[in-house]
């Protein structure tokens, strides 16, 4: 097994230990007892359009950049990465969408990284209003020169190739730059502007659903709240500490939906539901694929 999944492992496991000793694991179920059904069921459902809109934006990126697919290939691709990021720590299992095209590999597990930062961007995005309002102005500014240059990488992809290839001369890996050199993508700034539009307005999605957990589990609180603290949360999916982000998301969600008196034991309730709903649910059918078909 990678040493680097087997030291990700035993931190996710020792973060989880750490939390469960921290809070009243009877509170934490009681919680789960005397929940809304009704309003987590409506969560679940929200992850139908935000699988929809996440699978059309892929589709755009593939259909721009590589050529035409049908949607259906698409969105197993989709499905099947999602279950790979699964286990992985900041999902970079997610190149494993690739293992449904034949061919233009290099170039199309390129995309999911275009994909993932199209992501990164429009969270880091939205997480600037709960870091105005939580947190100091040099983490304010420090986010909103990432942003930039997330962006900057976004529009000019071809960049990121070449500092790749920079990097593996220095690492002397002539298979990596051989595969780098064998990827170039067209500038298409309008693909990339619809794709980032699609993205914003699909994660809008986790803001309802996690105010809806949040009303679920009978907390009193006003969805101008969740906009304050529910992207932070989604950050961690993309901090490659923990397999799937558990135990850090657990713990930041804790503390940050302590600034508005919500118990930590329903704010690790709220943050491990929204996992589930977004991400855990999504992986599951992506096995399902994995299982039935051989990709």
Do not use: H
Request: hydrophobic share 60%; glycine share 6%; with cysteine.
């Amino acid at each position: 097994m990678n040493k680097n999944l087997i030291l990700r492992s035993f931190v996710t496991l020792i973060l989880i230990i750490i939390i469960l000793l921290i809070i009243d694991i009877n509170k934490l179920i009681d919680n789960l007892k005397n929940s809304n059904i009704i309003y987590l069921f409506l969560a679940l459902l929200l992850t139908i359009p935000f699988v929809l809109l996440k699978s059309f934006k892929w589709f755009l990126l593939i259909r721009g950049f590589v050529g035409k697919f049908n949607f259906t290939r698409v969105l197993k691709s989709f499905l099947v990465g999602m279950c790979f990021g699964l286990i992985t720590p900041g999902r970079i299992g997610e190149i494993a969408r690739v293992y449904y095209f034949k061919k233009n590999k290099a170039k199309i597990g390129f995309l999911v990284g275009i994909d993932k930062l199209l992501d990164l961007f429009v969270v880091v995005i939205y997480s600037l209003i709960g870091i105005i309002l939580l947190f100091n102005i040099k983490l304010l500014i420090t986010v909103v020169i990432l942003a930039f240059l997330i962006i900057f990488l976004i529009y000019n992809p071809n960049i990121i190739i070449r500092i790749f290839k920079f990097l593996f001369k220095i690492l002397k890996s002539k298979k990596m730059i051989d595969l780098f050199s064998s990827v170039k993508l067209p500038k298409k700034n309008k693909i990339i502007s619809l794709t980032l539009f699609i993205t914003f307005l699909t994660y809008i999605i986790p803001l309802i659903q996690f105010y809806l957990i949040l009303i679920g589990l009978k907390v009193n609180i006003s969805f101008s709240d969740v906009i304050f603290v529910q992207p932070l949360i989604m950050l961690t999916n993309i901090l490659p500490l923990t397999i799937s982000g558990l135990g850090v998301r657990e713990g930041l969600s804790a503390i940050l939906l302590s600034f508005f008196n919500i118990p930590k034991e329903v704010a690790i309730n709220a943050s491990f539901l929204l996992f589930i709903v977004t991400t855990f649910v999504i992986g599951i059918i992506g096995l399902y694929f994995i299982l039935n078909k051989k990709i």
